[in-house]
Every structure is written in structure tokens, then in C-alpha cells.
């Protein structure tokens, strides 16, 4: 670890408590200027996150003996990643022998429509099989053939089987035998910090601040280098496919307010079948494989509408365009009571059901007392995953902010318009070994860490005037009007008045913040994370609102009814640094040995998410 110095001060300690938590340094209690004491942590690396791309990270330095803490807003064992079903890619070629990282890499470019970085594609594809042996190493218990190989099955629009898998619980294996790995290296995790800004001095990030969920008591953390695994945005719509309370957009905001950039935070993809009901649950994923499976899709008239959008492949086709269609049947009046449309599997004979959705069954059971064996299941497109996120570099996933990198869905640049699915699990553990590498080697050769004592009082006072406030604004309230506003102007189809008003509507959001009530009560200080979650879900929508409206074309995931054809000359990525900073990023050529492999490749079939 470098030498701490704070712009020439000696941070001074009421009270030093030796808690013996090796190998985080120094553990210190100070008394803040406000009423709630202040903990001084430092170590080498902070990892801010404990999905999977963060435990990644944090597992390679420890094996690389870095010091590292990870902290996380939610218990690491109920991680987001912990929901992911169907599975993770890599050219195993273990049951199609003819697959290589090439052809996964030119698959992943092709169903990006071009807007995938095609290096960051080059490196996780090729980083893949690796990352998956690293996996078994740490004791994931992959499915396998009778011959003990890792089975592999088609998921969506890949031209091989390359999607291996642990039934369909496969992030929760993940998860598991990340954490189970991390407690074997004794690596140090804080469940319940809220991390509420970066710390970051003349471009060069030193750590971070927070506070704890239970007690309020308030967290510096000093680090030589920063980890942002904090996940996507998907949770600033009214359906969302996410955790209550995550992927809130505060991986966009902390870096954004610490002088980085997000990258395409328009493309957002949105799962044609989500749960409308109970409205706790909104969102609830249900799988593709019940359309897989046979499963139809009927408007509120009774008609099989997918025959007019694609006669060929009807519910088969591909996810997005099948969102789309179920978007325009709602929007167009031919929706259910409830705003939805009908997924109905009950014509499948009852034994398939209970062989190969058994999941969806159970789900449907839990929240609505349904049984899909007879009656049909009331779905609409729900906000599934954020392809963009923050500017990363693809060597590295460095942000352009020294010191500090940003991982798994909180980044971008491998999934384009359109990710293809199975490859977000996997760049957890691709990019979370790049970036504790990196991490490490940044973190070993810095001779002193500069630290800033305004950027510190800064973020003290970002949590004691939130802290102070007791305006008449229900933080609650306003993170519904937000989601509304996304959900009418900035969901499955957008037009340039309807964005238009969504940025206005938003202003108005933004207005009544100001006089927010935030009321931390016995059971903790959950009231002052929902109102540093709706301060960041502020940052992700107008950063949303505005690439989308710069976006006038129709492309992948992003439709604009007023621009319904893709537009070559914006064949870039957005990047956006701030209200009303938006500039055009051009991408690097695809090379030739990948994109003599592209093609269009059907996704019947092959549904089982
Ligand atoms: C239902 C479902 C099914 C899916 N199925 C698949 C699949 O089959 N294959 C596939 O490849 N992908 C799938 N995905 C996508 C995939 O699961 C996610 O993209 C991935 O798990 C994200 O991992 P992550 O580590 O980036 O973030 P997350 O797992 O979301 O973790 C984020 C972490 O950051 C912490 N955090 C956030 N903000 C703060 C803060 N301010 N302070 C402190 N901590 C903070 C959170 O507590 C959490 O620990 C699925 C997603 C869903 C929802």
C-alpha cells in the first residue's frame, strides 16, 4: 500500500480500534463533524460491489496478495447476480467441437449491430474458456456430460452450443462459489456500506465514502486504487427485471461525479415477458423458455399477433423485436385489462411443463397463486439489463480517472445495441480478472497517494445535508413519478417529443428533490440510501433521455418511431459526461478474421432464459 498523505494533514483519531480484520489497514474511528462516528479504513484496493464482477476482482488481487476490502449495499450471498438463470458463454467447443473464441466474438459483434467495442469483444471471447476453468478451480458445479465434459447448450443467437450452465440457477452457483472463494482467502466484505461518492483528487481517485445501512455510522475509505462494480440502471423503470432497491444507476452517478463518463446508457434491453402483478414484483422475469417450449402469445383480443411482426418465427424471434411487438400491441389499445399481453402455455401437455419450465410454474404459484398448467400468465416488457454504463477502456476497464475502473454491468462496451445472452455472466469473470490485474500493478508501482481533504469535506456534507433535510417531498414518491416517466417516454419505443418531455418532466422531479424528507428511523438508515438511490436514477435518466434523443435512429434495443431506419452515420457510441455533454465516439474497425465469421444467426430454438 502507498503512503497516505492528506494534503499534509495526520487525520486525527478519537478513538483507534483494533479490530484485526487482516489485511485491511488501519481501521480508525474518528468523530465526524456531525453527530454519527466516522470510520477511517485504508487499503490497497476498494471493490465497490459484490455481484459477481466484484467478488471476481477481489478474488485476483487477494491471489495476487493485494489487500482489498469489497463492500456492498445488500448481502453478498443476494447479490443481483445471484438471479441470473440460463447460463454463461465461452467456446468450450466441449459438445460442438467446431466452435471457436472467433466465431463467439464475431456472434457477439453481429447481434450488437455494430455498436459492440470489437477489442473489448476480442478479449473477453478469447479470455472466456480461462475465465471458465477458473470457475471449476474455485468449485462450481457446472453441469456435465455423462463423459464428465462441461455440457453446453444454444441459447439465443449463437451458431454453436457455447452456453454451459448449472441448471437454471446458474448466477446463484456463481455467486456462491465466488463468495465461498473469497471466504477462503479471508478477503474482508462489508454487506451493509452504502457507498455515496468517490473520492478523487486533480483526476486520481483515493477512495471512497459512505455510510452503514444499520447504524449510520459513516465509512472513509482510503485506497490506492477503486473498483466500481456497482451494477446497471435498470431499476429507473416501473418493471424491471432487477432486485428491489438495485441497479438504481449509482455506478453511473458516482463516476459521473467524479469526472468520468457513461457510455450509451440509451441501450437498455427490455425482456418481452415480465410480470405485471403483485406491483412488488413487477418485472419478475418470466423465462424465454416458456415461448421456447411452445409457449403463445395472445393480445387482449385473443389474437397470435407475433404472425404480424414475424410470420416465420413467430414467439421464436428474437428478443428484442419480439418486445417490441408485445410494446406496440399494448400501445396500440390490443392489450389486456392490465396492460399486458397473454403468454400461454397451457396447451403444452402438463408433464412438459412440470420437465422444463418447473421455475416459471413455482414463480407463478408463489406470487399469484396461478396455475400456468391451466391459465394464461399477464406479461409485458420489463428493463432487463444495461448494455451501456460507464466509459471503460478495453485493455483494462480503466474509466479515463486514474486509479479508479469500472466492471461487469456497470460498464460497457461489449454488448452494443443488443447483448447477446449468456455474455454478461461471463464478462464478470473475464473483466474481473483484467481489473484486479490491473488494479494491482497500478496499485504497486504508486509511490504516495495524494489525498484531499475538500473532496473528503465534500462528501461528508453530500450525506449531512441529505441527513438535515425534512422538507414535504416522499423520497418514495418521487422515485415512482421518476419510473413513470421513464416507463412513458424512454421505454420500449421513444420519439423526440416523447423524450422531450420525459427531460421535462424529469426538471420537475428534479425540482421537487430539493426539498426532500429523509427520516433514518430505528430500523436504520434505509430512508437515506432510497434518497441517494433516487439521486442517482436522477443521473441515469437524464443521461438516458438525452443519448436517446441524440440517437435518431432505430437500432437494436433502441427504437425511435420517428426514425424507424438504422442510420449509418451513427455507428458510434454516445458519451456523456454530464447534463447537455454528449459527444460522438467512433469504434474501431472489426477485424477481418472476425468479420469474415458474421452472420445472421435464427435464435430458434434456442430460448431458455
Ligand atoms: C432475472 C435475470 C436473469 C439473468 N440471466 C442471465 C444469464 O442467464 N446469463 C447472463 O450472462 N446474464 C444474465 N443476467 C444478467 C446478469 O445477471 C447481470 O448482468 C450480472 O449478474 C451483473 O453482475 P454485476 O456484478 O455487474 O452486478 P450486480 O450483481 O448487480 O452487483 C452489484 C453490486 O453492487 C452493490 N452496489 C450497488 N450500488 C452500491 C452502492 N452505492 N454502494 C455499495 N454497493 C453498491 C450491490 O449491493 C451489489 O453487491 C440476468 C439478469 C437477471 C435480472
Known sequence: M???VCDGRTLVAEEALQQGWSPVHDLLWVQSMTTYPERVIATSVLVIGTGGSGLRSAIELAERGKDVLAVGKRPKADAHTALAAGGINAALASVDAEDTWQQHAADTLQESYLLANPRTVQIVTQGAARAIGELERYGMPFAR??????????FGAHTFRRTA???DYTGLEIQRTLVDRAARLKIPILDTVYVTRLLVRDNVAFGAYGFDLADGTRYVIHADAVILAAGGHTRIWRHTSSRRDENTGDSLR?????????RDPELVQFHPSGLIEPENAAGTLVSEAARGEGGILLNGLGERFMARYDPERLELSTRDRVALAVYTEIAEGRGTPNGGVWLDVSHLPRETIMERLPGVYQTLLELQMLDITTTHIEVAPTAHYSMGGVWTDPEDYGTGIEGLYAI??????LHGANRLGGNSLIELLVGGRIVGEAAAAYSAQLKAQERSATA?????????????????????ALQRALRDTMTEHAGVVRDESGLASGLARLDEIERRMVDLGVHPDAAGFQSLAHAFDLKSAAVAARATLEAARERRETRGCHNRSDFPELDPSLQVNLVWSGPGSLVREQIPAIPDEIAALMHEVSSAGKLIE
Not at 463423459?147 to 444454444?154: A, K, N, Y
Not at 461487469?408 to 462496451?413: D, L, R
Open 254 to 262: 458516482l463516476a459521473v461525479e467524479a469526472g468520468g463518463r457513461v
Open 165 to 167: 450452465f448449472a441448471g
Open 456 to 476: 473528503l469535506v465534500a462528501a461528508r456534507a453530500q450525506v449531512d445535508e441529505l441527513l438535515s433535510a425534512n422538507g414535504p417531498e416522499n423520497v418514495r
Open 408 to 413: 461487469g454491468e456497470a460498464s460497457s462496451g
Open 145 to 154: 456430460e455423462r463423459d464428465g465434459r462441461i455440457s453446453q447448450r444454444f
Open 2 to 4: 502507498a503512503t497516505p
